[in-house]
């Protein structure tokens, strides 16, 4: 049973297309979400940062944590443009730099109750090192949970009961591996919507627009350093 944790919240940051500019904007992004946290006396942990071969950005989920910041931060979703020189271009031209922010709700696997009709449960005797039989009764357990084809065994007790219990906690455990990783592989399969744009930082000009809000914001270089208070 998937369980929403209350008071947290990810933020997932996806560079666009636009190459080093846009993973270096995603990064700045990222930093300036934890700078925001972190003054606004929220928690902060840094899941996953992937990187591509030449070091840059490709991927951040953050985790926020603190009083509703779900609904502090549920509308920061969506494209975040910054119109400036490029640093990595010789020439200086203006160039637009995209990145994609996505707020999640944290959940996680709570209860997860195994249905005793969805397993198949062998017994056999114990085997040694070499294959050799060391038990004359059949003590080993082996469970096998049929909808994900895990499959467990144990044979370290000689009780046919202990190794039940036994390879039920170890069957348990790994299927609550599995639905993690699905929770993980959902979040991040989540729907991009490149499609809405939330806010264009315009650095020339020293102003940020918000598209969601229609209103210009200025002092951009406080706003990029975590002021974003008035813009949520």
């Known amino acids: 049973m998937k369980l929403i944790i209350p008071n947290s919240c990810y933020i997932e940051i996806k560079p666009g297309p636009g190459g080093k500019d846009s993973k270096n904007w995603a990064l700045t992004i990222a930093k300036q979400y934890i700078c925001f946290a972190k003054k606004t006396n929220y928690r902060v942990n840094i899941v996953k940062h992937r990187k591509d071969h030449d070091f840059k ?14 609904e502090v931060l549920k509308n920061e979703s969506g494209v975040h443009k910054a119109v400036r020189k490029s640093i990595y271009n010789k020439k200086n031209k ?3 730099s995209l990145c994609l922010v996505n707020i999640l709700k944290v959940y996680k696997i709570v209860n997860n109750k195994i249905n005793r009709r969805e397993l198949r449960i062998e017994t056999f005797k114990s085997r040694g090192p070499g294959g050799q039989s060391v038990n004359k009764t059949n003590s080993a357990v082996r469970v096998t949970h049929i909808p994900s084809g895990i499959s467990v065994e144990c044979q370290r007790e000689r009780s046919q009961m202990e190794n039940k219990r036994y390879a039920m906690i170890l069957l348990k455990a790994k299927i609550d591996k599995l639905e993690e990783k699905k929770l993980d592989d959902e979040i991040e399969s989540n729907i991009e919507d490149w499609k809405t744009t939330n806010r264009i930082y315009f650095f020339n000009k020293s102003f940020v627009l918000s598209k969601r809000k229609k209103k210009k914001y200025f002092r951009i270089k406080e706003i990029i350093n975590g002021d974003i208070g008035k813009l949520i």
């Open 57 to 70: 950005t490709n991927y951040i989920l953050l985790e926020i944590i603190g009083y509703r910041v779900f």
């Open 94 to 96: 203006v160039h637009t």
